[in-house]
């Protein structure tokens, strides 16, 4: 077994666990314990007052087997070159486990975006793109937006691409603004996804949506859709949290009300007819739902125990240790794991792909409609997958998707 010592080598951990009990072939194992490549670039960036400052950025490519490899961008002051390996992993497995023909990939700069102008954001984007561009493209790596990125540095990235091939090249990233060839339905698609485990999370334990108490650990895009869509369900949203601290009200949140705050101050600290929790209370708070949807390993050994919900949907990548999960399924907790209760945003990514390539656009129904039924089905088999193997839904949903992968591997075979 690989010594667990890292972010990567967690999920590494994991893969190897999985490959072994899947008896899959040691070339193909190899190949899914190491990335395929691997680009580390320091570029400058003139700022508003004339100082010129060097920025370090990653792109990675963890596997393409099963087709153009697939992941976000992330602007983060604390994001490191491990961080983005295991998340292009965590991508490898999320699109095949949801079986839609990508491979895995992760980008991201350390940077803090919030401190930044929004000139000093697009020539960072530009430059960063620029830099990048030898791996991208709409047929080999296709970035979309992550934690401090948005459709607007999306549409930076798809310009500074598409100037250097001298036509518009819409298909080079996904989760752009619509008028320039994003999809309907992208903005909610991860939440959306969130909710669709729920639900069937929920419908599995016999549990009635309806009456069910929901506690969120994050207010960015996913977090903040996954509770106002399930306040829409008719879930009471007991407690919210955002990066300085959080809300409770046992009686429920005016989510909507809370979103607007939001929106407008930056945070959800303060809200009316609340008392203030922090982000470690509110993972322990008693519910049915808890989501999970802020950073990594956000429940550890350490608090696992305390952890009181029925269903966990991991709405952030890797927010729970592999230690700490163990504890969670011990104490009979439903845990839907990250590669596919997250999954929603990769699948209408796809989706804007396909559609971008056809020239050829679908309303916000259809969409949802295609987002729904993938979803429903990843779930399904997963779960039958944790039914006939005895084992729980991460493992279940490792063992689905490396088979898949190992299978496009044995298909394809070595070049040369």
């Known amino acids: 077994m690989v010594e667990v010592s890292s972010a990567f080598q967690m999920v590494v951990s994991q893969i190897d666990a999985v490959c072994n009990r899947l008896k899959v072939k040691d070339a193909w194992r190899l190949r899914l314990e190491n990335c395929e490549r691997e680009l580390t670039v320091h570029f400058p960036v003139k700022m508003d007052d004339g100082e010129v400052k060097v920025f370090t950025g990653f792109r990675i490519v963890h596997n393409d087997t099963?087709?153009?490899?697939?992941?976000?961008?992330?602007?983060?002051?604390?994001?490191?070159?491990?961080?983005?390996?295991?998340?292009?992993?965590?991508?490898?497995?999320?699109?095949?486990v949801v079986n839609i023909p990508y491979g895995g990939a992760k980008g991201a700069v350390i940077c803090n975006p919030k401190v930044l102008s929004l000139n000093e954001l697009e020539r960072l984007t530009r430059r960063y793109t620029a830099e990048i561009s030898i791996l991208i493209g709409p047929e080999s790596d296709i970035p979309a937006p992550d934690v401090g990125t948005n459709p607007q540095?999306?549409?930076?990235?798809?310009?500074?691409?598409?100037?250097?091939?001298?036509?518009?090249?819409?298909?080079?990233?996904?989760?752009?603004?619509?008028?320039?060839?994003?999809?309907?339905?992208?903005?909610?698609?991860?939440?959306?996804?969130?909710?669709?485990?729920?639900?069937?999370?929920?419908?599995?334990?016999?549990?009635?949506?309806?009456?069910?108490?929901?506690?969120?650990?994050?207010?960015?895009?996913?977090?903040?859709?996954?509770?106002?869509l399930l306040a829409r369900e008719g879930c009471r949203v007991i407690a919210v949290s955002d990066s300085k601290s959080g809300v409770y009200n046992p009686k429920g949140l005016d989510i909507e009300g809370l979103l607007i705050q939001k929106r407008e101050t930056g945070s959800v600290v303060g809200f009316k007819d609340t008392e203030a929790i922090t982000n470690a209370e509110l993972l322990e708070l008693k519910c049915d739902i808890l989501v999970p949807a802020a950073l990594e390993h956000q429940i550890v050994k350490t608090n696992a125990a305390a952890v009181k919900a029925r269903i966990v949907i991991e709405g952030a990548n890797g927010p729970i240790t592999p230690d700490a999960h163990k504890i969670l399924v011990d104490n009979g907790i439903f845990v839907v794991p990250d590669i596919l209760a997250n999954a929603g945003g990769v699948v209408v990514s796809y989706l804007e792909w396909v559609q971008g390539l056809q020239s050829f656009f679908w309303d916000e129904a259809d969409v949802n409609k295609y987002l729904e039924k993938i979803m429903t089905s990843a779930f399904t088999e997963v779960l039958e997958m944790s039914q006939r193997q005895k084992v729980d839904m991460r493992d279940a949903a490792y063992m689905l998707a490396i088979k898949r992968i190992a299978d496009a591997m044995e298909v394809r075979g070595i070049f040369p």
């Open 66 to 96: 099963r087709g153009p490899a697939k992941g976000g961008i992330r602007y983060h002051p604390d994001v490191t070159l491990d961080e983005t390996r295991a998340l292009a992993a965590l991508m490898t497995l999320k699109t095949a």
């Open 153 to 228: 540095v999306m549409a930076w990235i798809m310009d500074t691409y598409s100037m250097g091939k001298g036509y518009s090249v819409p298909a080079v990233v996904t989760g752009k603004p619509l008028n320039i060839g994003g999809s309907k339905g992208r903005f909610e698609a991860t939440g959306r996804g969130c909710l669709i485990s729920a639900q069937l999370a929920a419908k599995h334990l016999g549990i009635n949506l309806k009456a069910a108490t929901v506690a969120v650990q994050g207010c960015g895009n996913v977090g903040a859709t996954t509770a106002k």
